[in-house]
């Protein structure tokens, strides 16, 4: 059974960097694309992120472009959200995600870890 565990959230002033961790387990995860999503409080989830397995295609949400680097170590299984330059409206639950799909529906996604609270101050 596919396994996500999120750890690195946290409270962050506006302008500063966090760094997220996605560590999977359950499965051989070469065939999978690995992505994030957020929810902020009365949003629905949104695509932030995504890159597959192999680490040869990335695609960003143009509200994190430029501010945001996905990356994955396949020896350790993980999967990495670094954020920079991070404003208040980056305020969420942040999810990492799992999926043999490309796609920026959230219901595409079959595999969801439970997620890990982001804050930004102003």
Known sequence: QVQLVESGGGLV???????????????????YVMGWFR???????????????SGLSIYYADSVKGRCTITRDSAKNAVYLQMNSLRAEDTGVYYCVAAETNSKDATNWPYWGQGTQVTVAS
């Open 39 to 53: 929810q902020a409080p009365g949003q629905e989830r949104e695509f932030v992120a995504r890159v597959t397995w």
């Open 13 to 31: 002033q506006a302008g500063g960097s966090l760094r997220l961790s996605c560590a999977a387990s359950g499965r051989t995860f070469t065939s």
